[in-house]
């Protein structure tokens, strides 16, 4: 045993590590150079055999050896491992059928409301939104409501001090929009609205609206009718016959209540339109002047038309929703009934 043969034994020992394809062959190269009859192992036994003054070094030099040749078994066996971690079966039965991913759905009420605004934008109308928390200002005054008028009263408004209210309407967005912008204005305005109301099958605290305005120079009521009438029968069948009828609103003179006729009936009487033939769809009117005068617009220089309807009320209608509180249990067996749009 001279140190010649132990790095011979070293440089087999690496060759042969980094030769071996495979883990079992890996082993078989350890246990021939490291393990216990190994070619190391025993060249360490024999250091008994050679002279006492050539020990230490001889004994450093295996030890050195064996230290190498350890850490490139490590790394070989390492890289092995990685290598066929990718190699492992499948831990699972590939043959089973696909787990559907869950979607859910679009809630009712945006569905209706996307497809409304959606009828209004094909005819110009733009989106305006305004605040839910509202002042009074906007929701009452500047809307032309009297001082005294009954649905300013705290039984019917949820006030949150004298001039801050959860908004009853989204009127109030038609006065912030003519703020800022000159006519010709053509808008929507989809958006929740709050009564203080005690909740029952036709009744909610919130519910939701959408008001339209159109304002220019020369707008009439016969726009009126045409763009009413056209987003009725685009929205509930061209069957549907619309008829106006005179009523009162403080922001709109003349004002009008807009029905169309029962398409459960076609006009017979049915419990759908409790037997009048005639479901009421809207409000409706010429935009009063003194809503121009609060907006800032020039006096006499615009005409337009409001209309606002309840998207609850029409939604209940098209697809024969019976309770409007519904729309706000979050029932997924209620909501799932409607998920045509998968999102
Ligand atoms: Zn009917």
Redesign the pocket.
């Known amino acids: 045993m001279d140190s010649e043969s132990i790095r011979e034994i070293e440089r087999r020992a690496l060759e042969a590590i980094a030769g071996a394809g495979g883990k079992e062959e890996l082993e078989e190269v350890r246990i021939r150079f490291l393990g216990r009859k190994g070619e190391i192992t025993a060249a360490l036994r024999s250091i008994g055999t050679i002279p006492a003054e050539q020990r230490p070094a001889m004994g450093k030099l295996i030890n050195s050896i064996s230290n190498r040749v350890t850490a490139s078994f490590d790394k070989k066996e390492a890289e092995l491992s990685g290598a066929s971690a990718g190699e492992e079966p499948y831990p699972g039965d590939p043959t089973l059928p696909g787990r559907r991913r869950w979607k859910g759905g679009l809630h009712i009420l945006t569905q209706v409301t996307n497809d409304i605004a959606g009828i209004f934008k094909g005819m110009g109308y733009s989106i305006a939104t305004g605040p839910d928390v509202e002042l009074d200002y906007y929701n009452f005054e500047a809307l032309n409501f009297p001082e005294d008028h009954p649905s300013r009263d705290e039984q019917d408004t949820f006030y949150i001090n004298r001039d801050i209210l959860l908004r009853t309407q989204t009127s109030p967005v038609q006065v912030r929009y003519m703020e800022k912008h000159d006519p010709p204005v053509r808008i929507i305005s989809p958006g929740r609205v709050y009564r203080n109301e005690t909740p029952d099958p036709s009744h909610s605290a919130e519910f939701f609206q959408m008001e339209g305005l159109f304002v220019d120079t020369d707008v009439s009521m016969v726009d009126l009718k045409n763009d009413v009438t056209k987003f009725i029968k685009l929205y509930f069948g061209r069957e549907a016959e619309v008829r106006f009828r005179p009523h009162f609103f403080p922001f709109t003179e003349p004002s009008a209540e807009v029905d169309m006729s029962?398409f459960?009936?076609q006009?017979?009487?049915?419990?759908?339109?409790q037997?009048t033939?005639w479901?009421e769809i809207m409000g409706a009117g010429m935009v009063h002047p003194n809503v121009f005068r609060y907006a800032g617009y020039e006096k006499d220089a615009y005409t337009g038309f409001a209309f606002g309807m309840g998207i609850d009320r029409i939604a209940m209608l098209k697809y024969g929703i019976h309770d409007i509180r519904q729309f706000l249990k979050n029932d997924l067996r209620f909501l799932g009934n409607f998920w045509k749009q998968k999102i």
């Open positions: 029962c459960a009936c006009g017979e009487g049915c419990s759908v339109c037997k033939g479901l």
